[in-house]
């Protein structure tokens, strides 16, 4: 079974650019999650999707940040403008749904340098 | 806002010695996660305990949750090289569907 993918694994952007990070959950994962990890400690949750409604986005930067889940699948999640301290991993994670919601599976991550 | 500390933040050892790590709140979770977590990569779960009191074991790793469910400890016996990576204990807030990640322990073994 293929695991969570992400793209690009790697990106470099100067302040006030954007940037577009994607997420494919595991096949038939109805829950999506996008996490910031700064260097050395734990994920912090932005935002998380039932299918492609948003259940939980109240710590996700709303000026800057966005996401969308079109047709429940794929994930988008931008930055616009970028700042110095958005620089973190932005990890996507799946799970089968609400009823196993502590069962996350992560994708590598994308490393987000701000300079 | 429920929170999870963790302690030590980090922690050097030699192969072979026994470490604990602890994960702390002041909020009850309906389950509590441990993952681990190597540069570059995503955590990968490695336990899950529900029950107070519960009491886990895999291979060398032992994972205790609180009786009242908002604490828990990992201890990991003759530690090994391949045992280095950041661990980080995770609370399933009741209710809510989602994770509260602890603040991470680094754990470097060294030959």
């Known amino acids: 079974e293929a695991g969570v993918a992400q793209s690009p694994r790697y990106k470099i952007i100067e302040k006030r650019q954007s940037v577009a990070f994607w997420c494919n959950p595991i096949?038939?994962?109805?829950?999506l999650y996008w996490y910031q990890q700064i260097l050395g400690q734990g994920p912090k949750l932005l935002i998380q999707?039932?299918?492609?409604?948003?259940?939980?986005d109240s710590q996700l930067p709303k000026d800057r940040f966005s996401a969308e889940r079109l047709k429940g699948v794929d994930s988008t999640l931008k930055i616009q403008p970028a700042k110095l301290e958005d620089s973190a991993v932005y990890l996507c994670?799946?799970?089968?749904?609400?009823?196993?919601?502590?069962?996350?599976?992560f994708g590598p991550g994308t490393r987000l340098t701000v300079t | 806002t429920q929170l999870l500390e963790q302690s030590p933040q980090f922690l050097s050892i030699q192969e072979g010695e026994n470490l604990t790590v602890y994960c702390n709140s002041s909020s009850v979770f309906s389950s509590l996660q441990w993952y681990r977590q190597e540069p570059g990569e995503g955590p990968v779960l490695l336990v899950t305990v529900v029950t107070g009191g519960e009491v886990k074991k895999l291979k060398r790793l032992t994972f205790q949750f609180g009786d009242a469910r908002k604490d828990s400890s990992l201890h990991i016996t003759a530690a090994q090289p391949g045992d280095t990576g950041l661990y980080l204990c995770?609370?399933?807030?009741?209710?809510?569907?989602?994770?509260?990640f602890g603040t991470g322990t680094r754990l470097l073994v060294s030959p």
């Open positions: 995770a609370g399933e807030v009741t209710g809510f569907q989602k994770l509260v």
């Open positions: 994670a799946s799970s089968l749904g609400a009823v196993r919601a502590y069962e996350q599976y």
């Open positions: 096949s038939g994962h109805a829950t």
């Open positions: 999707f039932q299918n492609n409604g948003v259940v939980d």
